[in-house]
């Protein structure tokens, strides 16, 4: 069965480090993959997304991620983390069904930022 | 443009009872679909529609009833609330079947006693 996996719970950086959330999907084509950013109380706001071309896409905030074929994986970077940045990253995946798409999300990694 | 509006922010019902979660959105975005949140489990698909007079079932459409009688509004009911229906629901709208970016509602958060 198609599934996206967030492996970390909750990561803790220091402000102005780097940070890698990872991500890895499993599913049988080359998914549209997406990132997605969630503050508290809030909805979900795009921060990137990944459908062909280049495998290293730009995002809102100074994220990017890299789409690794022979890995699976989807991980967000960043290469100087602001206090601003606490919040819960989704990873999702978008799977094609008859006449649309579905989105399959990971259960999510909690951002805190120490300062 | 207000984007994806959800009311009411906050709801208490009673095992039971029902209620209409309502959503709409002024994009003019043919795909749209409710999710719910729960601790741990990131986002789950309840039901989407690729259009008006269209729906289908997600993930966990089981308890939850939709309807989309024009392209802003996709509403969800619950004809009778259980407690394991206590999540946060967010709807969303995207403008290519789903496959591009989806724009989230602020979300409503549900207690079911």
């Known amino acids: 069965a198609q599934s996206v996996t967030q492996p970390d719970i909750h990561i803790t950086v220091s402000e102005g480090a780097s940070l890698e959330l990872r991500c890895n999907y499993s599913y049988g084509a080359t998914p549209y993959l997406f990132w997605y950013v969630q503050s508290p109380g809030q909805g979900l706001q795009l921060l990137l997304k990944?459908?062909?071309?280049?495998?290293l896409v730009q995002g809102i905030k100074g994220f990017e991620a890299e789409f690794k074929r022979s890995q699976s994986s989807f991980n967000l970077r960043k290469p100087s983390v602001h206090w601003s940045d606490a919040a819960e990253y989704f990873c999702a995946v978008a799977l094609r069904m008859d006449s649309s798409y579905k989105l399959i999300f990971g259960s999510g990694t909690r951002l805190l930022v120490r300062p | 443009n207000a984007g994806v509006t959800q009311t009411p922010k906050f709801q208490v019902l009673k095992t039971g009872q029902s209620m209409t979660l309502q959503c709409a959105q002024d994009m003019n975005h043919e795909y749209m679909s409710w999710y719910r949140q729960d601790p741990g489990m990131g986002l789950r698909l309840i039901h989407y529609s690729v259009g008006a007079g269209i729906t289908d079932q997600g993930e966990v459409p089981n308890g939850y009833n939709v309807s989309r009688s024009t392209t802003e509004d996709f509403p969800l009911r619950l004809l009778s609330a259980a407690p394991s229906q206590t999540s946060v629901y967010f709807c969303?709208?995207?403008?290519?079947?789903?496959?591009?970016?989806?724009?989230f509602g602020p979300g409503t958060r549900l207690l079911v006693l």
């Open positions: 969303a709208s995207s403008p290519d079947r789903g496959a591009e970016t989806q724009y």
């Open positions: 990944y459908f062909s071309g280049d495998t």
